[in-house]
T-cell receptor, first 112, second 108 residues
Framework: NAGVTQTPKFQVLKTGQSMTLQCAQD?????MYWYRQDPGMGLRLIYYSASEGTTDKGEVPNGYNVSRLNKREFSLRLESAAPSQTSVYFC???????????FGPGTRLTVT | GQQVMQIPQYQHVQEGEDFTTYCNSS?????IQWYKQRPGGHPVFLIQ?????EVKKQKRLTFQFGEAKKNSSLHITATQTTDVGTYFCAAPTYDMRFGAGTRLTVKP
């Protein structure tokens, strides 16, 4: 099993550009999450999907959209990137509610 | 909303010294999780505590959950260079809340 995979690993964008971060898990987990990690801020939840077909806002959803394409895949889209979105983005999944989270390797995004 | 506060933000120790990080919640928690993130890596699950007053050990790591289920701690005995990283507590609710983390550095 590959676990949780994320693409790309690194990305540099210019202000105003758009992009989609991809996440996939092969563990048949129901819930998936997107976080951003900034120095000294820990992990902050952007969006989550408790099950296929549902998505909900987390702590910092502004400037992002998500799609739960199927049970395996959960994508994060930046429609118009801003320098404040420079961060490391992690995707995670869990089997049931409140279980342990499995994290992907992360995407390091820089917006200039 | 629910807040999870973690202290200290940084801790630098000499190899062999002990280390403790503390996590406090503004509300009663159903359970709490701990994760470790190595430099440049991703968070990795360490443990989950569920019961009031629960204490669990993993080799040199001791995890505690407070009686009121509002606080938790992670204690490492006799740190080693392999313990370097950032330790996070997390409160699983409908939306997971993480503490800001404690970054541990160990001087050989």
């Amino acid at each position: 099993n590959a676990g949780v995979t994320q693409t790309p690993k690194f990305q540099v964008l210019k202000t105003g550009q758009s992009m989609t971060l991809q996440c996939a898990q092969d563990m048949n987990h129901n819930s998936m999450y997107w976080y951003r990690q900034d120095p000294g801020m820990g992990l902050r939840l952007i969006y989550y999907s408790a099950s296929e077909g549902t998505t909900d806002k987390g702590e910092v959803p502004n400037g992002y959209n998500v799609s739960r394409l199927n049970k395996r895949e959960f994508s994060l889209r930046l429609e118009s990137a801003a320098p404040s979105q420079t961060s490391v983005y992690f995707c995670a999944s869990i089997l049931g509610e409140q279980g342990r989270q499995y994290f992907g390797p992360g995407t390091r995004l820089t917006v200039t | 909303g629910q807040q999870v506060m973690q202290i200290p933000q940084y801790q630098h120790v000499q190899e062999g010294e002990d280390f403790t990080t503390y996590c406090n919640s503004s509300t009663t928690l159903s359970n709490i999780q701990w994760y470790k993130q190595r430099p440049g890596g991703h968070p990795v699950f360490l443990i989950q505590l569920v019961k009031s007053g629960e204490v669990k050990k993993q080799k040199r790591l001791t995890f505690q959950f407070g009686e009121a289920k509002k606080n938790s701690s992670l204690h490492i005995t006799a740190t080693q260079t392999t313990d370097v990283g950032t330790y996070f507590c997390a409160a699983p609710t409908y939306d997971m809340r993480f503490g800001a983390g404690t970054r541990l550095t160990v001087k050989p």
